[in-house]
C-alpha cells in the first residue's frame, strides 16, 4: 500500500523534481473525495509562487487531423532540445456510460517513454465543452514541477476549443489536406482564437492538397480576422517536416506578446474561476437528492401540461436558492 501523502510531501516531491509526484497529484485534484479535494486546495495554494513559467499551448482539430501524430513529433523535436514537457490529453468521456478512452499513451507511444515527457491524459467527462474540469489545477501542477512546455491537447472543433483558449497562451489549430471540403471545419469562433493553423500531413500524394489547402484557409482567415491574423503553414508529422518552423512561431509570439501576456493570463484566470463556479454549483444542484426528485416531478408535470416549461424552471430555481 503506498504512503498516504501530506501536502508537505507533496510540495517536497515537487521541488526535487520526483517524477512520480505529478501524476500522484494529479489523481488527488481530480478526486472527488471530499478529503482528497480539501488536500488538492492546500497543495494548489502551496504550490502557486512556483508557477507561471512555462510556455501554455492548446492544440485542436477535427477527429482523424493527426493530432497524436503531430504531438508525438512535435513532442519529440521539443525533448530533442532539452525542453521538459508535459502534455495533458483531454480524453473524451461516454455521455452515456461516463466511460474515458484514456488511450493517449499508447496514441503517443515514442513520447510516453521520453523521460524529458509526462504524458496525463484527463476523462472530460460532461463538464463544458469536453474540458476536463481540473485541467487548470493540473497546468499549475506541471508548472510548479518544472516543465518548460505544457501541451493541451482537446478533441473535437467547438465549445471545447473556447474553453481550452482560457488556459493556455497560445492556440494552435490543426488542420488536413481536404477533397474541395478544406473550409469546412472553419467557424468564426474558432478562427478567432487560433495563433496559428498548420495544414497536417502536408506529404506524398497529398501534398498538393495541402498545398492548395493552405491557400483557402489563408483566404478564409483574410475574411473572417479583421485584427492580428495567423500565419497558415504546412506541416507533416509522419515525416517531420515543418516543425521547427512551427516552434518558431510559438517562440516568436512569446517574444512578441511579453507585454500583453501577463495581462492576458489575469484575464483568462478571472475566466475559468467563473467557470469554475458555475460548474460547482451544477455539481451541487445534481448531487441533491431533494433536487432531484422534484426534477422528476416538475419533469413529468410538464409532460403532463399541469405546468408550461418556465413554470418548472422558476420552481427549481427557487427551490435551490432556498437550499443555499
Not at 62 to 79: A, M
Not at 237 to 260: I, M, P, R
Not at 293 to 303: F, G
Request: net charge positive; charged share 25%.
Amino acid at each position: 500500500m503506498r504512503k498516504k501523502l501530506t501536502v508537505k510531501d507533496y510540495v517536497e516531491g515537487i521541488k526535487r523534481r520526483d517524477i512520480a509526484i505529478p501524476s500522484r497529484a494529479i489523481t488527488l485534484v481530480e478526486s472527488k473525495n471530499s478529503e482528497h479535494q480539501k488536500l488538492a486546495r492546500e497543495l494548489i495554494q502551496e504550490i502557486m509562487p512556483l508557477t507561471g513559467k512555462a510556455k501554455r499551448i492548446g492544440i485542436s482539430g477535427s477527429p482523424g487531423v493527426g493530432k497524436s501524430s503531430f504531438i508525438e513529433s512535435f513532442g519529440k523535436h521539443l525533448t530533442s532540445q532539452g525542453l521538459k514537457l508535459a502534455v495533458l490529453a483531454i480524453d473524451p468521456s461516454s455521455q452515456i456510460t461516463g466511460g474515458s478512452i484514456l488511450g493517449d499513451k499508447t496514441r503517443m507511444s515514442e513520447l510516453a517513454v521520453d523521460e524529458n515527457c509526462f504524458i496525463r491524459p484527463s476523462p472530460s467527462g460532461k463538464s463544458l465543452g469536453g474540458v476536463a474540469a481540473k485541467t487548470w489545477e493540473s497546468l499549475l501542477l506541471c508548472e510548479a514541477f518544472g516543465f518548460d512546455v505544457v501541451l493541451i491537447e482537446t478533441v473535437g472543433v467547438g465549445q471545447s476549443e473556447t474553453t481550452v483558449a482560457r488556459l493556455v497562451d497560445f492556440f494552435l489549430l490543426l488542420m488536413q489536406p481536404g477533397g474541395g471540403d478544406d473550409l469546412q471545419g472553419i467557424k468564426r469562433g474558432i478562427m478567432e482564437i487560433a495563433d496559428l493553423i498548420c495544414v497536417n500531413k502536408a506529404d506524398g500524394e497529398q501534398l498538393n492538397q495541402a498545398r492548395l489547402a493552405k491557400r483557402n484557409y489563408e483566404n478564409a482567415v483574410h475574411i473572417l480576422r479583421v485584427d492580428s491574423m495567423p500565419k497558415v503553414m504546412l506541416c507533416s508529422a509522419l515525416k517531420k517536416t515543418g516543425l521547427e518552423d512551427v516552434w518558431g512561431e510559438v517562440c516568436e509570439f512569446y517574444k512578441n506578446q511579453s507585454n500583453v501576456l501577463e495581462q492576458k493570463r489575469a484575464k483568462n484566470l478571472g475566466l475559468w474561476i467563473k467557470d469554475m463556479i458555475l460548474e460547482k454549483i451544477q455539481d451541487d444542484f445534481n448531487s441533491d437528492e431533494v433536487l432531484k426528485l422534484a426534477m422528476e416531478e416538475n419533469h413529468q408535470s410538464v409532460l403532463n401540461q399541469k405546468k408550461n416549461i418556465l413554470q418548472a424552471v422558476d420552481e427549481m430555481y427557487l427551490k435551490f436558492k432556498g437550499k443555499k
